[in-house]
């Protein structure tokens, strides 16, 4: 697969380790022909969105739209999972905060999203430790470790 990280101002960064952890959560569930976009945000910007699609007026990390809910993006021969907004200065926040690497951060992150996309949340006790356990897995899977 071939993907391209840009981010919303065209700046290109060196985010190739994200292949494996995307194709690692691909295979893991078993997902084959499927579409779905990461676009890298500021903190305005995932604000706005936090703060228009969820009610709350505030900074996150990460936020995932899942398309395959809406029977308008269903088709026969892939899968157009939807798109996952990641706040990049969050990311770099938090990877200082938690004490590892952006590399960690940001492919937790991508996990994650791709989780929700794949329709994993963690609304319950129950659903959160299926879906950390999830990220768990995959990641040290992929050597990419706290």
Do not use: W
């Not at 026969?76 to 951060?105: N, T, W």
């Amino acid at each position: 697969m071939k993907y391209d990280y840009v981010d919303e101002y065209g700046f290109k960064e060196d985010y190739s380790y994200l292949d494996g952890v995307i194709d690692a959560t691909l295979k893991h569930e078993n997902v084959k022909n499927a579409i779905f976009t990461i676009i890298f945000v500021d903190e305005e910007k995932i604000q706005n969105l936090n703060r228009e699609y969820r009610n709350i007026d505030r900074v996150t990390d990460v936020i995932s739209f899942a398309l395959e809910d809406n029977s308008d993006f269903k088709f026969d021969d892939f899968r157009v999972l939807g798109d996952i907004y990641i706040c990049i200065p969050r990311m770099i926040e938090q990877a200082k905060d938690y004490g590892h690497s952006i590399k960690r951060e940001l492919s937790f992150l991508t996990v994650h999203g791709l989780l929700h996309l794949l329709g994993y949340d963690h609304m319950t006790k129950e659903d959160e430790e299926v879906m950390f356990g999830l990220q768990e897995l995959i990641l040290n899977g992929e050597n990419i470790t706290r």
